[in-house]
Nanobody, 121 residues
Framework: QVQLVESGGGLVQAGGSLRLSCAAS????????MGWYRQAPGKQRELVAS???????NYVDSVKGRFTISRDNAKNTVYLQMDSLKPEDTAVYYC???????????????WGPGTQVTVSS
């Protein structure tokens, strides 16, 4: 079994900061891409940021310059540092990881249960 567990969500005022963490555990051979998605009420889930095992990052335009994604490969953990938060960042944030459980099996995408981030104006 593979499990992703997020932490770090909460309520913050506009302009504030939060740091999300997501740890992967279980039967893991290698984790390739890790990322964060978010879904606001009435909207589709969108990619916020992703990072490859080599450290290449990608961000949605609306968070560039404010959010930073990083990972600790030794701990199978991905982080999302969110600064200068805006009310429009309010959403449930989901961790996502492409995980290969053995050398033979192909990678599969796993999701965390989500953590609520609320930014008040």
């Amino acid at each position: 079994q593979v499990q992703l567990v997020e932490s770090g969500g909460g309520l913050v005022q506009a302009g504030g900061s939060l740091r999300l963490s997501c740890a992967a555990s279980g039967s893991i051979f290698i984790i390739t891409k890790m990322g964060w998605y978010r879904q606001a009420p009435g909207k589709q889930r969108e990619l916020v940021a992703s990072i490859t095992s080599g450290g290449t990052t990608n961000y949605v335009d609306s968070v560039k310059g404010r959010f930073t994604i990083s990972r600790d490969n030794a701990k199978n953990t991905v982080y999302l540092q969110m600064d200068s938060l805006k009310p429009e960042d309010t959403a449930v944030y989901y961790c996502n990881a492409d995980i290969q459980k053995t050398l033979i099996l192909p990678p599969r995408t796993y999701w965390g249960p989500g953590t609520q981030v609320t930014v008040s104006s």
